[in-house]
T-cell receptor, first 110, second 108 residues
Framework: KAGVTQTPRYLIKTRGQQVTLSCSPISGHRSVSWYQQTPGQGLQFLFE???????NKGNFPGRFSGRQFSNSRSEMNVSTLELGDSALYLC?????????FGPGTRLTVT | EDQVTQSPEALRLQEGESSSLNCSYTVSGLRGLFWYRQDPGKGPEFLFTLYSAGEEKEKERLKATLTKKESFLHITAPKPEDSATYLCAVQSNYQLIWGAGTKLIIKP
């Protein structure tokens, strides 16, 4: 069974721009969660989607948003990028309780 | 307040030197405790789920145990390829809470 895929793998953007990251979950998994990971902060929960509805949300500003499509694929968007948004963005899909992570998208904001 | 604390932050061992990593938690209603392994620049890889005190799970050189207040990840006779950051996460009644991780370095 194919794992979680994330695109793109690497991205370089300029302050003020916006970015969209994509995640394809494991087939049959309906829950998708997004995380931001930085060396100083560890894994920070952004939001979780289940059946196209946001089920949980972390403590991030409104510049961070997401959505889920009917095929469970998910996207997250960050608008008005700041230098501090540079991080590894991870997507995880789950069927029950265990989460399975993708390889991440490395975002660098200059 | 729900909290997960991992210790130590970093651990250096010689190849073959067994040790344990700790994950202590304070949550309202434990619904599951998860261990993950993460290599640099990659997503975390699922290792184990534990649901109740007294439960144990094993995989190769790793063994995870659970009590009412903490979990241990025991590593027996580690090899350099076991070097990674090990993350613990706890599912409470309301949310999934992640620890900061333990960076494990195994020297040949």
């Amino acid at each position: 069974k194919a794992g979680v895929t994330q695109t793109p793998r690497y991205l370089i953007k300029t302050r003020g721009q916006q970015v969209t990251l994509s995640c394809s979950p494991i087939s049959g998994h309906r829950s998708v969660s997004w995380y931001q990971q930085t060396p100083g902060q560890g894994l920070q929960f952004l939001f979780e989607y289940f059946s196209e509805t946001q089920r949980n949300k972390g403590n991030f500003p409104g510049r961070f948003s997401g959505r889920q499509f009917s095929n469970s694929r998910s996207e997250m968007n960050v608008s008005t990028l700041e230098l501090g948004d540079s991080a590894l963005y991870l997507c995880a899909s789950s069927l029950n309780s265990e989460q399975y992570f993708g390889p991440g998208t490395r975002l660098t904001v200059t | 307040e729900d909290q997960v604390t991992q210790s130590p932050e970093a651990l250096r061992l010689q190849e073959g030197e067994s040790s344990s990593l700790n994950c202590s938690y304070t949550v309202s209603g434990l619904r599951g405790l998860f261990w993950y392994r993460q290599d640099p620049g990659k997503g975390p890889e699922f290792l184990f789920t534990l649901y109740s005190a007294g439960e144990e799970k094993e995989k190769e050189r790793l063994k995870a145990t659970l009590t009412k207040k903490e979990s241990f990840l025991h590593i027996t006779a580690p090899k350099p390829e076991d070097s990674a950051t090990y993350l613990c996460a706890v599912q409470s009644n309301y949310q999934l809470i992640w620890g900061a991780g333990t960076k494990l370095i195994i020297k040949p």
